[in-house]
């Protein structure tokens, strides 16, 4: 599929798992080549250059966030803390930027309870060890916001909540007009940055660092003590590796008949 | 938020999408029609715990010769294909079906390939290979075959429940006599051993589920068995005697 800007054009939602996949993206990668009394500075800078590329796919140039998500997001608890050098301050400091450049939606309590209630709801999501009040409350913004009639687009990394937004779209039949479901799209971060490279509005050398940072995230997570599940992995690894090459070529194709 | 759980496999599995599909409207079925088989498909492995059922990225392990999901159940798989359905229209081309004979060809140890399709309760049709070979001599057929289609958690069941072998058992009271007992003991001793005889011969395509078979302890559970059905035979309840059934299960498993 090559780079298509109007598929990706849509009233935008992020969860928090986006804003700290982009901070401890910085910290992994760029952190060290940069001058540690500019570390702060330069981690909001990339954030806020990663957030700008996608405004220009928001169709009300926003990124909506709903309160409660936005709160969750603390540096305090993740890799920036680990930074050295880095002080309370500091991480406050990026906090407050971040959660700045969200719009941020106050979202009803009741509205979100009711969508654990829908008929036949997925009981391994919405039941007790599933889905958080948070986490519906991204489900809710977004399907208030179907009432504009275009489609809004939700940017998680929670497999739990992709899925729940993916059934929630075709229930048509449990919301009433204007609400219209099947305008709501659950994308996988990267999968939707990716995509934003693949339309030539982030550079290759960019996109390569956020992929690496997912891979050794990847492969950090897995207990890899048998050789087996390492094999699986290293062949997942070279499969994103295989597909993010591909895409380059189809940018380049794409940026070669432009010109 | 909740992390997580294989963010990487997702990645991998849309971003194949998004380079095998050419219209942008067709990605999204086709990632939306993923998510959802999968969350049908866990609602079957809770549903159906007793058969073990695994689901993996079929054609991603095993390249061309896979489908797009492995469905581990018991000792025997079913696969799966998602097949695109542009506003709900079910299509089946031929070049589909000989893709598919060579799948079940290369694959003997898969009881069906399940066709899928991306509309909104992922209407399937189960293939075997005798069928798919018709439909390739009888293409008049294929409508016929698609008005069929089922949502995939019916057509799954379906498949699972035929695989079960259900043991009709009449409930009659037998009067307790001895020598009753011991001809229904004797009966029953030597249609059990015939059965374990037969379970012993039994052949598997899955090398783990031979190597499991040639080291479960066949005679010893048979003892077991036998004195669990003499002591039945002597009127000891079935709350005693379900306790020493489950342990046979869990010895089965070591």
Redesign the interface.
């Known amino acids: ?2 780079g ?1 800007d ?2 990706l054009k849509a009233y935008l939602i992020v ?3 986006f804003l700290v996949m982009l901070t401890d993206c910085f910290c992994n990668r760029f952190a060290v080549r940069c001058n540690q009394s500019r570390l702060v500075t330069e981690a909001e800078q990339w954030i806020d250059h990663i957030l700008e590329i996608l405004q220009r796919f928001a169709l009300d140039g926003n990124m909506h966030c709903p309160i409660g ?1 936005a709160n ?1 997001f603390i540096p305090h608890t993740g890799q920036m803390a680990s930074l050295r050098g880095i002080q309370r301050n500091d991480l406050n400091h990026v906090q407050a930027h971040v959660r700045a450049n969200l719009h941020q939606v106050p979202v009803d309590i009741p509205g979100v309870q009711s969508l654990r209630t829908l008929p036949a709801a ?1 009981r ?1 999501l919405v039941g007790s060890g599933g ?2 009040d ?2 519906l409350s991204l489900v809710k913004l977004a399907l208030d916001m179907t009432t504009t009639g275009l489609p809004v687009f939700v940017l ?8 729940f937004i ?2 929630v ?2 229930q048509k039949k449990h919301f009433q007009a204007p609400i219209t479901p099947n305008l709501i ?2 994308w ?1 971060c ?2 939707y940055l ?2 934003v490279h ?1 339309s030539c509005n982030i550079t290759s050398d960019l996109m390569k660092e956020l992929i690496e940072y ?2 050794v995230d ?1 492969y950090n997570r897995k207990e890899i003590a048998g050789s087996q599940k390492g094999n699986i992995i290293f062949q ?2 070279i ?2 590796y295989g ?2 090459n ?2 380059v070529v ?1 940018k380049h194709q794409g940026k070669a008949e432009a010109a | ?12 599995s ?3 999408a ?7 409207s067709a ?2 079925r086709r ?2 029609a993923e ?2 088989l ?2 049908v498909v ?2 079957l492995i ?1 549903k159906h715990q007793a058969e073990r059922i695994r689901i993996l990225p079929d054609n ?1 392990l095993t390249g061309v010769a896979g489908a797009d999901f492995l469905l581990q159940v018991d000792d025997y798989d079913l696969r799966l294909e998602l097949l695109d359905a542009p506003g709900d229209r079910l299509r089946l081309d031929s070049e589909q079906l000989n893709t598919s004979i060579q799948l079940l060809e290369e694959n003997p140890s898969t009881l069906a390939l399940i066709l899928v399709w991306s509309t ?1 309760t992922l209407l399937s049709v189960p293939l075997s290979l005798t069928r798919i070979r018709y439909l390739s001599q009888n293409s008049d057929k294929i409508t016929e075959l698609l008005r069929q289609a089922q949502p995939l958690k019916e057509v799954i069941s379906e498949l699972i429940r035929r695989q079960i072998k259900i043991w009709d058992i009449e409930s009659t009271q037998l009067p307790q006599t001895t020598g009753q007992s011991i001809d229904l003991f004797k009966i029953f001793s030597e249609e059990i051993g015939k059965a374990i005889d037969a379970e012993m011969h039994r052949k598997y395509h899955n090398e783990e589920r031979r190597q499991a078979a040639q080291q479960f302890p066949y005679q010893l559970e048979k003892q077991l068995i036998l004195s669990i059905l003499q002591d039945a035979l002597q009127g000891v309840t079935a709350d005693k005697l379900s306790e020493r059934l489950v342990r046979i299960s869990k010895r089965g498993t070591k």
Do not use: K, Y
């Not at chain 1, 998680?156 to 899925?163: E, G, M, T, V």
């Not at chain 2, 998004?18 to 942008?24: I, N, R, T, V, W």
């Open positions: 599929m090559p298509s109007e598929l969860d928090n798992c998500v969750e997925p391994q889905l958080s948070n986490d998680s990394n929670d497999q739990s909540l992709l899925d993916t059934w779209r075709i799209q659950g996988r990267l999968t990716e995509l693949r997912a891979l990847h997942q690894l499969q994103v597909n993010f591909q895409s189809i | 938020m909740s992390d997580h759980q294989d963010s990487i496999n997702g990645f991998i849309e971003i194949n998004s380079l095998q599909q050419s219209d942008p990605f999204l990632v939306n998510r959802l999968v969350l866990n609602e809770d991603r909104d």
